[in-house]
């Protein structure tokens, strides 16, 4: 599971270690449920990775990037937007080893603009509250977008 805020970037690794030495990767394709279509691809198979085909499809367009190193190889996603959450599936093909699949999911998280916190009479308060006299207890109920919790506890001397 990864995941980003919305506006911010996504960064999903995907493995693509060579099976053995004496091998490479010929081809990585990047998926996401839904979309029959790659929405990445590295063609390697003519010549090194560092010289692959790449090609980014309409749905991340140049928000995208799959950034290949020796090791970790990651799918960077610039200015996530809430369609862009979902299953995400990494192939990679290799001369002469057996195809891998990595499978993830990306989270996008919603940061809410509006948030109350409403005081024991169901009043907005702000700033500091109080005073309270310890052992004495405080209901808060705070409220974001359609979701509430509401908490209570004891004054404690610190």
């Given at each position: ?15 693509i ?17 839904g ?14 990775l560092?010289?692959?085909k790449?090609f980014t499809?309409?749905?991340?367009g ?5 950034n290949v190193s ?36 990306l ?16 009043t ?9 006299n310890?052992?004495s ?18 004054i404690?001397?610190?």
């Open positions: 599971m990864y995941q980003a805020v919305l506006g911010e970037s996504a960064h999903i690794s995907c493995n270690s060579l099976p053995s030495e004496d091998d490479s990767v010929s081809l990585v394709l990047w998926y996401k449920r979309i029959n279509a790659p929405i990445i691809s590295m063609d390697s198979r003519r010549g090194p560092k010289n692959a790449y499809g309409e749905l991340l140049q928000r995208a990037y799959f020796e090791q970790q190889s990651v799918l960077i996603i610039n200015r996530v937007e809430k369609d862009d959450e979902g299953d995400y599936s990494c192939r990679v093909d290799f001369r002469y080893g057996r195809t891998l699949n990595d499978f993830m999911t989270d996008v998280i919603v940061a809410s603009k509006d948030v109350t916190i409403l005081g024991n009479t169901n907005p308060v702000y700033g500091k509250i109080g005073p309270y310890e052992g207890r405080l209901f808060l109920t705070c409220i974001s977008g359609t979701e509430s919790i509401a908490t209570s506890g004891g404690q001397k610190f």
